[in-house]
């Protein structure tokens, strides 16, 4: 008994992802299908967030907090609202948002580097 409530704290102390299956930006945006009916609020917009689509009505959850959102106003901004709700997430205190976007913009640059490595081989 006593050691269960020793190993809750520490998992929320690093801050370990609820569900790690959702990790992945693409993972999350697979989940929004036909029944997402916000029209005005784009699918990529809410998977970078951190959220993904329970399949149910507007309900989006937090893949790293679990935390719940729902009833979405055309105003919302979903990385606003989820920092709103759940300020203490590890997916917002630790940035994870930010590295999704660096990966994007940093692979253009990054392939320039391959040829040094091919004569180092000759
Ligand atoms: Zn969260």
Redesign the pocket.
């Given at each position: 008994m006593l050691s269960n409530k020793v190993t809750t704290t520490q998992l929320q102390y690093k801050m370990l992802p609820k569900r790690p299956e959702f990790e992945e930006y693409t993972v999350r945006l697979n989940t929004f299908n036909e029944k997402w009916q916000v029209d005005f609020l784009k699918p990529e917009l809410v998977a970078r967030a951190?959220?993904w689509y329970i399949g149910e009505e507007d309900r989006v959850r937090?893949?790293?907090?679990?935390?719940g959102l729902r009833r979405w106003e055309p105003k919302d901004d979903p990385l606003k609202e989820?920092k709103r709700l759940?300020p203490t997430?590890?997916?917002?205190t630790m940035k994870l948002y930010e590295r999704e976007t660096d990966n994007h913009e940093g692979k253009a640059t990054q392939t320039f580097g391959s040829e040094g490595n091919q004569k180092s081989k000759l």
């Open positions: 951190g959220l937090c893949y790293f907090c679990g935390g989820h759940f997430c590890g997916f917002l």
